[in-house]
């Protein structure tokens, strides 16, 4: 395994749409491997292969606490096929580190998916994870939380997140 550089907004590669997964080899596993072990060493709670640079249909999520026992889901080709109610909750992402927004996501959701031998599975959820699987998902669409947001609030998003970046990057280069 190895930790793989999770991309930061606004790379253009995160804007990108995923292809689906056809071979369900060794590299995939491998890749699979990767990413849980770079999304527990972040940490977080899920990761989508865009993210890693990597425009595969692939996502890690694991929404237990930390006093819980793992609940590692990795999901080959994932769709949701049902969502019901809402939720507003607050949402963050490894790739826009540092900001959070509430979105609108189904409150409960499933999601038909393969692991990485190639067999289909279905899964339910609500809360956490069901947010989490509609929020990495859309990671396989090129789609970001912000993207999610009211024009006006990813307006404000936008100045104050590379306002953010570039104070960051002067804070670097002074030491």
Known sequence: MALREILHYPEPLLK??????TEFNDELKQLAADMVETMYAAPGVGLAAPQVGVLQRLIILDCSAGDEPDDLLIAVNPEIIAGEGDSFEEEGCLSVPEYWASVKR??????????TDGNIHEREAEGLLAIGMQHEIDHLEGVLFVDRLSPLKRSMFRKKYLKMLKEKEAENAGS
């Open 16 to 21: 990108q749409k995923s292809e689906p997964v």
């Open 106 to 115: 189904h409150s409960m959701a499933t999601m038909r998916y393969q692991d």
